[in-house]
């Protein structure tokens, strides 16, 4: 059948593990009413279902599918009809509120007031069950029951709910409980054709011992007319599937860790990693890895180590080619090469004022052709640079050209122009002073820097 879900008034504190209680037991032993002791004959018979009693004088009633007397049959009985279990076949019942009236002899007299005048109207009904153990102090714990307005009704309330108590209840009296329930319905339950499930949380004091359900006054107790036909001017309930268990521990983030082990509580993760993702799955959390989207191992904070130099690829400039760490994973550049590269600087001349290699240059230009190819791994910037004659921005433009015609040159002789950049830096970067002859001679020049950017 469909359940309809009414929120509800329940005491929320810091909870704590319980001890001995597991997530998914119903400490309610006989929570469907389906362990008998005796068959159901007739009214008044809840103490035929083990472990349940009255807590006042009030007769709680149970329903067998199997009862000797229709009166209190299943699906059919006295109270309303097509009322099957919730669970198994059985379930109980008890009177909520009743509207008691009595005559009212002033209209008799008067012949203007209502024939009728409010009664006692208190009697209320509660049933009654021993936990399988008493709750642990500071734990959650989840009430849950179904009830269902019996057709004959012609009442319907609120609060509804359960009350935990640590001794068991015998008052001598037939009228509403004053306790406070932990767990109650905030709206009028008055769903003759459904089970309505009323459920709620609660933090347990750690002495509560037995579960008592039924109308409360304190638990926002409201009343309502349903009147169908003749009025009974009374609210009856079935009730079924009665439940308490632990609460299970919060999880926001729903990846079966509890919120107080997950380390990452807003976003699903690993058990393995107390919560936490893993993206490229190395074993390391995302929050504790360098490259959390390729994976490498614990030495390198799970980042990977391509060309296997012991430098990991996040601090290596040259993650593809192996190099010491001395030199940031780079390959160390030869002494010779450096020296060719030193004498390149004032080597490689040009044309007054053109882009054009002057012949006295190719020696020079040859010998680094050698080192790219004797060195298949080098990448080769080539930087142009201008002294302060003339105007900047025509000086800018040459050192671009200069650059370009050394890089085409080199190309021209075999190098692959995948592995060469050229710049202009125009007059912007001297090391030597332009204010004389030989200063800015040093200041024309072609820089070599080898690099590797594949």
């Given amino acids: 059948m469909k359940i309809h879900y009414f929120g509800l008034l329940a005491g929320m504190l810091l909870a704590f593990g319980a001890k001995g209680q597991g997530a998914d037991e119903n400490l309610v032993k006989n929570g469907s009413f389906e362990d008998l002791n005796k068959p159901v004959k007739t009214w008044d018979q809840l103490k035929h279902a083990n472990g349940w009693s009255n807590a006042n004088k009030g007769s709680a009633d149970l329903f067998a599918k199997d009862a000797s007397h229709t009166s209190v049959g299943i699906p059919d009985n006295e109270l309303g009809t097509g009322t099957t279990a919730f669970d198994g076949e059985h379930y109980a019942g008890f009177v909520a509120y009743k509207e008691d009236m009595r005559r009212n002899f002033k209209r008799i007299k008067s012949g203007k007031e209502s024939p009728f005048r409010p009664a006692f109207q208190r009697y209320s009904e509660y049933l009654q069950t021993a936990l399988s153990g008493p709750l642990t102090a500071g734990q959650k714990y989840d009430v849950t029951f179904r009830v269902k307005l019996a057709n004959g009704s012609d009442r319907a309330v609120a609060g509804i709910g359960a009350y935990l108590s640590p001794i068991e209840l ?79 521990e919060e999880d926001r983030d729903g990846d079966g860790v509890p919120d107080k082990d997950d380390l990452c509580p807003d976003t699903p993760g690993l058990a393995s990693l107390q919560g936490c993702p893993d993206r490229d799955g190395d074993g390391i959390a995302d929050h504790l890895d360098a490259c959390p989207d390729v994976a490498g191992p614990v030495e390198f904070s799970g980042c990977p180590d391509t060309d296997g130099d012991g430098v990991p690829d996040n601090l290596d400039r040259c993650p593809k080619v192996a190099g010491p760490a001395s030199n940031h994973g780079c390959p160390e550049v030869t002494e010779k090469t450096k020296q060719l590269f030193e004498k390149a600087l004032t080597g490689i001349q040009f044309e007054t004022g053109s882009a054009k290699i002057k012949t006295s240059s190719y020696g020079i230009l040859n010998q680094v052709v050698d080192v790219m190819k004797e060195n298949p791994s080098y990448d080769l910037e080539i930087h142009g640079h201008t002294d302060n004659t003339g105007k900047a921005e025509k000086n800018q433009t040459l050192s671009e050209d200069r650059a370009a015609s050394v890089r085409a040159y080199l190309e021209s002789k075999g190098v692959s122009g995948d592995r060469m950049k050229s710049f202009g830096h125009g007059q912007t970067e001297p090391i030597a002073d332009n204010g004389t002859a030989a200063g800015r001679s040093k200041n024309r020049r072609v820089e070599f820097k080898v690099t590797f950017w594949r």
């Fill in 170 to 248: 015998n008052y001598n009296h037939r009228h509403f409980l004053d306790e406070k329930p932990q767990v109650s319905t905030t709206k009028i339950v008055d769903d003759k054709q459904n089970w309505t499930e009323v459920t709620g949380t609660f933090t347990a004091d750690g002495n509560e011992k037995y579960l008592v359900i039924g109308a409360f006054t304190s638990g926002g107790f409201d009343t309502k007319k349903v009147i169908e036909g003749a009025d009974s001017q009374r609210a009856y309930y079935y009730i079924d599937g009665v439940s308490v268990k632990v609460h299970p």
